[in-house]
């Protein structure tokens, strides 16, 4: 893939940190929406570039500062990240902030499929995932130097707020569904219980890398929407898959994934609640909730694409899903509304 990286100016950037080193080679990483990634071979070193893409920026976007910042605290303890290296802030180098950290060998799958994986080690991998997630979420912020990592408290009040203004800020039409749809959480947003964790903010197969043989997370990625946030959040997003089709950025909907051994999202939930330090519910809510986000974030999106700014070559493509994840939390709503009203539904 094509880049546009100043190699002679990393190079000499580089020489400083590893002294002895030669050839570099660069190699750009596909996937990701936001900030560009690339492979560096540099000698004997094999390491990774995380780069703010160029171009005007919305104020605390791409904040890679962040992601490096929470990797190399969460580093200290058991949350499986990679080792990061040097964060570099002067825009005289490569013209943008950007880090380097450690390349790990492993499997990153690009949809919740998981193809070639047998089904034994797909439904483990999909455990591991929620044991993961509650290992995070276990990890107090203040412990590890994160306690001012954000604001603690009415985290879904912020957020509805947050993402509400980036869709009324939109450049592109209005989306009818995602009106409903945030119409809908804000009012059923829930009142703050006092639950704070380092949240994620997009916990999904994608943003995880597997071990090479085991069915095992050796590493979590992409932390640039990391905060402190609340854990019912980042389980709620992980719920997505099982609520979204394979063309709706790689869900389950649709498919035969139990026969695959995915395990159902009561057994996923489970796995993460045997795990976690709290018991607090998942409700129809947080999974509303995680669409709505996500909808909104295809929105900056479809802005980005039609400003000629975004990462991905494939972001014109992807800016549709915003309304297609709108009308899955929305179908989420009107489900969930029958299964109450019916005695059946799983969560309050």
Not at 71 to 92: I, Q, S, Y
Not at 264 to 273: G, I, K, N, R
Request: charged share 25%; hydrophobic share 40%; with cysteine.
């Amino acid at each position: 893939m094509e880049h546009d990286l100043d190699l002679t100016a990393l190079e000499r950037w580089l020489s400083q940190k590893l002294p002895g080193q030669a050839a570099l080679h660069v190699t750009q990483i596909s996937g990701g929406q936001s900030n560009p990634t690339y492979r560096l071979d540099y000698g004997s070193e094999r390491l990774v570039l995380r780069i703010k893409p160029a171009g005007p920026l919305l104020p605390g976007a791409h904040a890679i500062e962040r992601e490096f910042r929470v990797m190399h605290a969460l580093g200290a303890a058991e949350v499986p990240v990679p080792t990061v290296r040097w964060l570099e802030e002067d825009r005289t180098i490569l013209g943008r902030p950007f880090y380097v950290m450690d390349w790990l060998d492993g499997r990153v799958f690009p949809d919740a499929s998981m193809q070639g994986v047998s089904h034994d080690a797909r439904r483990e991998m999909y455990l591991d995932s929620a044991r993961s997630l509650a290992k995070l979420h276990a990890v107090r912020p203040e412990t590890i130097g994160l306690g001012d990592y954000g604001r603690p408290g009415n985290y879904f009040e912020r957020q509805i707020a947050r993402w509400s203004r980036q869709c009324r800020e939109s450049t592109g039409p209005r989306i009818p569904a995602l009106d409903e749809l945030t119409t809908w959480v804000t009012q059923h947003c829930h009142a703050d219980d006092g639950a704070v964790a380092i949240s994620h903010g997009d916990f999904r197969v994608g943003n995880i890398m597997f071990h090479p043989t085991e069915p095992r997370v050796i590493a979590v990625l992409d932390w640039e929407l990391s905060t402190l946030g609340h854990p019912l959040a980042d389980l709620g997003f992980c719920a997505m898959p099982w609520n979204t089709a394979p063309d709706e950025y790689g869900g389950l909907l649709g498919t035969d994934w139990a026969a695959d051994g995915i395990p159902t999202l009561d057994e996923f939930v489970a796995e993460y609640q045997r795990h976690a330090i709290t018991d607090l519910p998942l409700t129809r809510f947080h999974l509303a909730f995680a669409l709505f986000r996500f909808a909104a974030i295809f929105v900056g999106i479809a802005d980005r694409a039609r400003c000629g700014n975004a990462t991905s070559a494939e972001a014109a493509k992807l800016a549709p899903l915003a309304e297609r994840f709108a009308q899955r939390g929305l179908d989420i709503v009107e489900r969930s509304g029958q299964q109450r009203r019916a005695g059946l539904l799983w969560t309050p």
